[in-house]
């Protein structure tokens, strides 16, 4: 009976080492991901979280990082209402084992950057970057966890001008006169690229007929817009509203009725759904990106991200799905050199460290305002055009793909 008792203890401690052995091969380290999964950016938000997971499936199947084994878990910021971002954050943060989150944008503002200092919390985003530069720039050491991977939105205020003038001089683009009319949504990313492109577009001689601002929201009709921009006639229209429906719209009703004029969107074109919404029509639109994915033969990064993607969900992403992808693997870099997910401050040290090639490009931060570092050595920014439903990068010419057409509906 005494070897029975003796058995059973040695039995059940060795169980009870298989359970620690277990549980030590099974610890978790939580990464939060905000993203609209409602709404009008509800493509966006899937695209992210595709991305992210994509990226932590990866990661697991190689053994995981550090010891532990990456998860991820959402938060839906529904329209980035402020509301909703907080209690998305709230949900997220309440989790002892979420010590990273990450977005493509989970607000207009990026308000919810004052919530991460507040908690130490490593944070990768990838939209509105004035609105980080403006909420970082002050004080850079009170956000040692946040970091941005797009760089200064400048470049979507200033590139404008020179890439038309570009076009124009090698005689690709005939434009009838120096007018543009602009519109953008009442939103903080559409507004400041908005009224950034009037100022510089009114320095180089244009005449800026219409700076108009509408609600924020779905948009079904832009029409009184387009009939003052057919009594104008400018050689240029541009909207910088970004949501794919709200701009797909606003296509179609220019093509009721179009006049002799460049259409440039923000961003939205770069969405799979605005190919989708607008098929053939799409033909001859312009946009332009920061932090896209640069998928030219010398940025072997991008081939192999867009490939992983399409294979795992059967389509093209547009841009959040890679970034997000990226995101997580320079998280998943910061906690195998510091060890520890629980270790938020050296985790964001680690994260800003970082060096890398990117699928959108050559990625080093700026310690002064947390942003990736755009230009010579960094990010480019791509301006591209839909043709036959392919997305043709003409600008900058040393990472051109293809060349700029006159649009269909232009003289």
Do not use: C
């Amino acid at each position: 009976m005494r070897y029975s008792y003796l058995s059973i203890g040695f039995a059940a401690a060795a169980l009870m080492l298989a359970g620690l052995q277990a549980h030590a091969q099974d610890k978790v380290a939580k990464i939060g991901v905000l993203a609209p999964l409602t709404g009008g950016s509800a493509a966006d938000g899937n695209e992210m979280v595709n991305g992210a997971r994509l990226a932590v499936e990866e990661i697991n199947a190689a053994g995981g990082v550090a010891g532990y084994k990456l998860e991820i878990v959402v938060g839906d910021t529904q329209d980035q209402a402020a509301d909703a971002v907080t209690s998305a954050f709230e949900r997220l943060a309440g989790d002892r084992d979420v010590n990273a989150m990450m977005t493509g944008y989970a607000s207009g503002s990026n308000f919810e950057i004052e919530l991460m200092a507040e908690q130490d919390m490593p944070y990768l985003l990838s939209a509105n970057s004035a609105q980080t530069e403006g909420i970082i720039a002050p004080h850079p050491d009170d956000f040692p966890t946040v970091w941005s991977i797009t760089p200064s939105y400048d470049g979507y205020e200033t590139a404008m001008v020179p890439m038309l003038k570009e076009l124009q001089d090698s005689g690709k683009l005939k434009l009838p006169n120096n007018k543009v009319a602009l519109i953008s949504s009442d939103n903080s990313y559409s507004k400041t690229i908005m009224n950034g492109l009037k100022e510089n577009f009114e320095k180089a001689g244009w005449t800026v007929t219409s700076a108009d601002l509408v609600p924020f929201g779905e948009i079904s009709d832009w029409r009184t817009f387009l009939a003052r921009v057919r009594q104008d006639n400018p050689a240029v229209i541009i909207n910088t509203d970004y949501q794919p429906g709200n701009a797909a719209k606003f296509l179609t009703q220019f093509l009721e009725d179009p006049t002799n004029s460049l259409v440039f969107i923000q961003y939205a074109p770069s969405v799979p759904e605005f190919l989708e919404l607008t098929r053939e029509h799409s033909t001859g639109v312009v946009y332009n990106l920061l932090g896209g994915v640069l998928n030219v033969p010398n940025n072997p990064r991008a081939a192999e991200v867009l490939k992983k993607y399409k294979d795992k969900y059967g389509s093209e992403p547009g841009g959040y799905g890679p970034l997000l992808y990226e995101e997580v693997y320079i998280y998943a870099e910061a906690l195998e050199k510091v060890g520890d997910p629980t270790d938020r401050l050296a985790i964001g040290k680690a994260i800003g460290e970082t060096q890398k090639q990117l699928m959108s490009g050559p990625l080093r931060f700026d310690p002064k305002t947390h942003l990736a570092v755009q230009g010579e050595g960094g990010i480019p920014i791509q301006f591209l055009q839909i043709w036959d439903g392919e997305r043709v990068l003409y600008y900058p010419s040393e990472y051109a793909d293809g060349e700029f057409r006159m649009p269909p509906w232009m003289k």
